[in-house]
């Protein structure tokens, strides 16, 4: 069973920078895409960015492009979010997911949460102004 654990999460002022981790284990994630979501109080669950495990290739919302950028350690197992020039609306729950066939939908593309069959519990992200 794949299992997902993030860390890293903490309080932070704006403008500062954050390191999230997500361990992933119980699987063989050649065909995967690992990919962060975050939820802020009241509010949908929001597509952030998407790597390809084999590939490396990256996709950004607009809304952190240029200032978050995803990685993977393949030795680790291991996804990371470097976020960069934090902002008080990054605050949220971030959530590290998984798809095993990396797929595209179109119209959406890889944004859909229910394209992700694998979810860990989420770690707090609180940026102050």
């Known amino acids: 069973q794949v299992q997902l654990v993030e860390s890293g999460g903490g309080l932070v002022q704006a403008g500062g920078s954050l390191r999230l981790s997500c361990a992933a284990s119980?699987?063989?994630?050649?065909?995967?895409?690992m990919a962060w979501f975050r939820q802020a109080p009241g509010k949908e669950r929001e597509f952030v960015t998407r790597i390809h495990w084999s590939s490396g290739n990256t996709y950004y919302s607009e809304s952190v492009k240029g200032r978050f950028t995803i990685s993977r350690d393949k030795a680790k197992n291991t996804v990371y979010l470097h976020m960069n020039s934090l902002k008080p609306e990054d605050t949220a729950v971030y959530y590290c997911?998984?798809?095993?066939?990396?797929?595209?939908?179109?119209?959406?593309?890889?944004?859909?949460?229910?394209?992700?069959?694998?979810w860990g519990q989420g770690t707090q992200v609180t940026v102050s102004s």
């Open positions: 997911a998984a798809d095993p066939l990396a797929r595209f939908r179109p119209g959406s593309g890889y944004t859909d949460y229910d394209l992700y069959d694998y």
């Open positions: 119980g699987g063989t994630f050649s065909t995967y895409a």
